[in-house]
């Protein structure tokens, strides 16, 4: 059953949704990745990484990788970074690679507005080998894809102050065609366009609680929106809950180690039909927050 399943999940989704961006639940920790005006908004440099493996039990089923780092540049009102996304699904690979750069205009009433553009590119390996072939003949399956780079820009905005935030992005703007080999699609690079906000409240002098959502437009699909509400606990632990809107449920956990040193981790179960193939999905982040020596604090920022 596990085959079968496998091999229809991979012809559906290199024919219909191949060019789906990859699935992230803990996009508040990593915001560059969708939205390069982001970069350096911390005030420090920031380095975090990211393994996400979905629906677990599920033959072929994604496995996301992400690796970034992103500082301001001193003196200026510049920010820089740079983002390694690497994602596996069934008998494709993909490593998306970018740098990102930001400028800040800043306000008198401590608002910012960052303005961001992507640079990078894709590339995609296809192993056909690893498909169940109902027809070993067919010429479509007789040539694997290796190494072919799709280039890519992206841009974004983001706005923020001490406790609310707000951004618009578009990550990937080319249309550059991939699966150019694959016979049952022609399709393009679709443009997903991402809106994402979420304000602070101080519940007290030890909790903070941060209602949060990032909603995803792609043409030919339907709205994607997570709604979120995390809280952080004496400036040490978070916990939160995450719905994806008709599709998960989430629970998200964050410890600081100490001022420099974070680690997280959230489960999704699927609200849908599909949970009855699958144990949910993980995700396992590290981050490190590079202050300088003599750099303090004074309230670490929720977002």
């Known amino acids: 059953m596990k085959k079968l399943i496998y091999s229809l999940f991979i012809l559906f989704g290199l024919s219909a949704s191949a060019q789906q961006e990859p699935q992230y639940t803990q996009y508040m920790y990593n915001p560059t990745v969708i939205n390069p005006a982001y970069a350096g908004s911390l005030g420090y ?61 800043r306000f008198e009433n401590q608002s910012r507005l960052a303005f961001g553009l992507k640079a990078g590119g894709q590339l995609l390996n296809v192993d056909y080998n690893k498909l169940n072939h109902y027809n070993p003949s067919d010429v479509s399956f007789s040539n694997n894809i290796s190494n072919q780079f799709s280039p890519n820009i992206g841009a974004g905005l983001f706005y923020y102050n001490t406790n609310t935030y707000l951004g618009l992005s578009v990550p990937v703007i080319l249309q550059a065609k991939i699966y150019d080999e694959f016979a049952y699609t022609d399709a393009n690079r679709r443009q997903h366009v991402y809106l994402m906000g979420g304000k602070v409240y ?102």
């Open 45 to 105: 440099g920031s380095l975090f990484s990211l393994f996400r493996t979905q629906w677990i039990g599920l033959e072929g089923a994604p496995k996301t990788l992400n690796l970034s780092y992103h500082q301001p540049l001193e003196s200026t009102n510049l920010g820089l970074g740079g983002n390694i996304l690497h994602d596996e699904i069934g008998p494709s690979r993909t490593t998306n690679l970018a740098v990102d750069i930001s400028y800040t205009i």
């Open 202 to 303: 101080d519940l007290n002098s030890n909790i903070k609680f941060k209602p949060a959502f990032v909603a995803k437009m792609v043409a030919g699909a339907p709205l994607q929106v997570d709604l979120s509400g995390n809280f952080l606990i004496n400036e040490k632990f978070t916990v939160g809950l995450s719905y994806r809107w008709s599709a998960a449920l989430s629970a998200l956990v964050e410890f600081k180690v100490n001022d420099h040193i974070s680690i997280g981790y959230g489960y999704d179960r699927e609200t849908t039909r599909l949970s009855n193939f699958n144990s949910g999905s993980h995700e396992l982040f590290l981050q490190f927050d590079l202050f300088k020596i003599n750099q303090q604090l004074e309230t670490p920022r929720f977002f």
